[in-house]
């Protein structure tokens, strides 16, 4: 009977000791997993950023879907135009004259390694399905008409099974319903909302 007792004791213990590591573990393991996915999709991010910026450098406005982000940074090209002389410059006697040149827009895209036909899906996701979402237009902005774009992504997408508003008693600033997102359809602003 008392080995029975002993046995039944140590069973307790065990249990109580495994629940004791499983809880301080769990969160530990959710802010490295948080930190690491977050940064993951943060350069996506940017990444992005850097394609709408290319984009809009070629085009004026900003792409509303990621198809046309691509076609336009894989087939068309930028305008640079050098200027000779110097127009600021009150001595200068001489002609001004401008020189366009064009230069593929996908040369720039493949020396950055920037991989556009991958750059919708959304890093940690569960489904190859999940993208991030995106918007561009043009507003008028104190009295001027500027293009504006948004792109981000709900964070419960990538954050696996940390996809629940129970995590947020380690962090009380998590909500796996916020968006992580740069940009702003209001207002002409390229910020993220991580910076």
């Known amino acids: 009977m008392r080995l029975i007792i002993n046995l039944i004791l140590t069973a307790i213990i065990v249990g109580l000791v495994w629940m004791l590591i499983s809880s301080i573990r769990e969160p530990i ?12 999709v943060v ?9 709408q910026e290319m984009f809009r450098s070629i085009t004026g406005i ?11 940074l894989k087939n068309d ?37 920037m991989a ?19 918007a561009a237009d043009v507003i008028t902005y104190q009295s001027t008409e ?13 954050m696996g099974k940390f996809a629940d508003k129970r995590f947020a008693r380690y962090d009380n600033s998590y909500d ?7 940009g702003n359809l209001n207002a002409p602003n390229l910020s993220g909302n991580w910076e």
């Open 29 to 40: 393991e959710f802010q490295e997993v948080r930190v690491k996915r977050e940064r993951a």
């Open 43 to 51: 350069e996506k991010l940017m990444e992005i950023r850097n394609a």
């Open 62 to 72: 900003y792409a509303n879907s990621f198809d046309t982000l691509s076609y336009v």
């Open 77 to 113: 090209s930028f305008m640079i135009v050098a200027v000779i002389g110097d127009p600021d410059d009150p001595n200068f006697t001489g002609e001004i004259t401008y020189d366009t040149t064009y230069s593929r827009a996908i040369d720039s895209i493949r020396a950055i390694g």
């Open 116 to 134: 556009l036909d991958s750059l919708k899906y959304v890093p940690y996701s569960a489904s190859i399905a999940d993208t991030f979402s995106i």
């Open 146 to 158: 500027v293009p504006v774009c948004e792109v981000g992504v709900r964070r419960k997408v990538f």
């Open 176 to 182: 796996p319903n916020s968006i992580l997102k740069f």
